[in-house]
């Protein structure tokens, strides 16, 4: 599930930039020449909450809940949000993603609905951001039957609700899930998915900038576009969305711009199976899509080994990379054997 309070560190990779919001909010925690031999910033924090919380400061509870929850001190967290959850949509909302997540409690679906539930209905206008959060773990817990019986049409209903019509203010994963959305199969509506994904990517969606590149290169609801294509795939690439860089490396070999081929290729070829739940934190594009871009780079830089195209020809080596790409990701690579026998490339 979704958290609307992810954080990045600049003292232990999780509570960093939620210790900068406090300082905001209350002025340097360091707390000047205090800092120095009073124990980290963590610690610093957590007397200078509980300090504010005794004195009744609601901001400040909720905060110690979420320091406690971003040091994975997931019992100490669930008792504070617990306390506050009936005046803090917040801290329901962190209630349930971790009895949707099991985190410092057992996994609790039933629960974990009825509180995502509560805070989508809720009317705070300060609330709005982690209303739109819960909208949208609700939508996605419908489609993958978390907690309610699995259900496309609800997820559309309140991935909706969440996307908020594309506005800057709505949620932007709600909006690249449902470019997504329209894009499979059983729910394929291809103007649809282009709008979707070009109101996510306008409010900077990096999933939704490579899905457009893609939608743009083979005319996906739209007229193919070869230079909008390339815009989109080379400055996702440049964001780190590895999808488009499989793309790219595709435009770049069909062109015979091999050598670029094999430079953005032979690089994504350095990734593996291991290292995809790494670039999906770092960069939150889908699992599923980044497997497929590095299997898809992999299998062209195999095919410029094996042809000697922009680089030495190494048969020896091409078949370890197609070999690679394929237990990589089977279904990408059948397809483009598929081109390979019927020399499309």
Known sequence: MESDFETNS?????????INAISNVYGDLTLGDKAAGNGSLVEMAERFLKSRAEEGDGQAI?????LYYEECLYEKAEKVFDSI????????YQLAVMYFDGLGTIVDFSKAMAYMKRVASCDDPEATSVKQCAL???????????GARPSREEAERYWLLAADDGNPSGNVKAQSSLGLFY???DTLDLKKAFFWHSEACGNGSLESQGALGVMHLYGLGI??????????LKEATERG????????????YHRKLYANAVALGKRISEYGAEDVGAIARNTECLPEYISKGIAMAMFYYARC??????????????????????QLNHEVCRELHTDVTFERM
């Not at 600049?10 to 939620?18: A, F, P």
């Not at 009936?86 to 801290?91: L, N, S």
């Open 223 to 232: 007229p193919k576009d070869q230079q909008s294509a390339l815009d989109c």
């Open 183 to 185: 894009s499979h199969p």
């Open 241 to 252: 969305n590895v999808y488009a860089m499989g793309h790219l490396v595709a435009f770049y």
């Open 305 to 326: 080994l094996q042809r000697g195209k922009g680089v030495q020809q190494n048969v020896e080596e091409a078949k370890r990379y197609f070999s690679k790409a394929t």
């Open 136 to 146: 949208f773990n609700l939508g996605t817990a419908y489609l993958e039957g978390y």
């Open 62 to 66: 909720f905060l110690l809940g979420q």
């Open 85 to 92: 959850k009936d005046t803090d949509p917040k801290a329901l």
């Open 10 to 18: 600049t003292e232990n990779h999780k509570s960093g930039r939620l």
